[in-house]
């Protein structure tokens, strides 16, 4: 009988390890379908604060017939210069001075490169191909 008894109070508590193991298990996977209970927390929404008082806007630069066009550009910090690359030949934008610096395209016959300006200035560029290919972006 003693032996019946040790097998019954065994079973118990593997039933009942079993049983708290599957609701651990249920509780931390988040999948549980209860509200209350679920981890899963959810990403913040993204703000973004500005003081602008208009959304900036991109400007194209169409590069072809060996120029830039415009040639000379105003736009506001934070606004994306496009250049539009259509000629026959192949062109770049190449800042020149340390202020434009980054303006350093690839050489393009056809295709596009864009630039966000952060920083007011005035920023001269050139194609290295076509030196006389000039340009200026003044960022306000």
Known sequence: MSMVRHRAAS???AAGFVVAAALLSAGCSGDSGNAATTTTRKPRPVTTTTTQQHAPT???VEVGDMKYAPADAT???G???TWKFSDKVP???QGIGDKAMGLNSPIFDKGEWSYTFTQ???YRYMCTLHPDMRGT????
């Open 137 to 140: 972006i003044t960022v306000s």
């Open 11 to 13: 079973t118990r508590f």
């Open 91 to 93: 062109h770049n934008v």
């Open 120 to 122: 007011p200035g005035t």
């Open 58 to 60: 991109n400007l194209t």
């Open 75 to 77: 736009i506001k910090v």
């Open 79 to 81: 606004e994306t210069v």
